[in-house]
């Protein structure tokens, strides 16, 4: 199993940008796909990006095309998501998710391992 701790998380103002890092155990991370998913208080838990095991292929949710960016360092077992012109819907607190497969999917169920989370809040 893999362990993941997500970091770069705190309060902005909108317009902000933010780099979300996602720290991952183990020798296996090259070798899964990983996503980012986040959960508004009252809220499910929705998709935001996702990425196969090499960089390759990365899927984004419709609404946040343009302002974020997932991304991933192999050599450092390391996730990011690049969010810019932050908006304060989206507050939330963001997790970072692990699959057992080597290809991206934007359900959460599908994702194995999961990080505690990091907060953003994003004030008007």
């Known amino acids: 199993q893999v362990q993941l701790v997500e970091a770069g998380g705190g309060l902005v103002q909108a317009g902000d940008s933010l780099r979300l890092s996602c720290a991952a155990s183990g020798r296996t991370f090259s070798m899964y796909a990983m996503g980012w998913f986040r959960q508004a208080p009252g809220k499910e838990r929705e998709f935001v990006a996702a990425?196969?095991?090499?960089?390759?292929?990365?899927y984004h949710a419709d609404s946040l095309k343009g302002r974020f960016t997932i991304s991933r360092d192999n050599a450092k077992n390391t996730l990011y998501l690049r969010m810019n012109s932050l908006k304060p819907e989206d507050t939330a607190v963001y997790y970072c998710?692990?699959?057992?497969?080597?290809?991206?999917?934007?359900?959460?169920?599908?994702?194995?391992?999961w990080g505690q989370g990091t907060q953003v809040t994003v004030s008007s």
């Open positions: 990425i196969n095991w090499n960089g390759g292929n990365t």
């Open positions: 998710a692990g699959r057992h497969f080597s290809t991206a999917s934007d359900r959460a169920k599908d994702y194995a391992d």
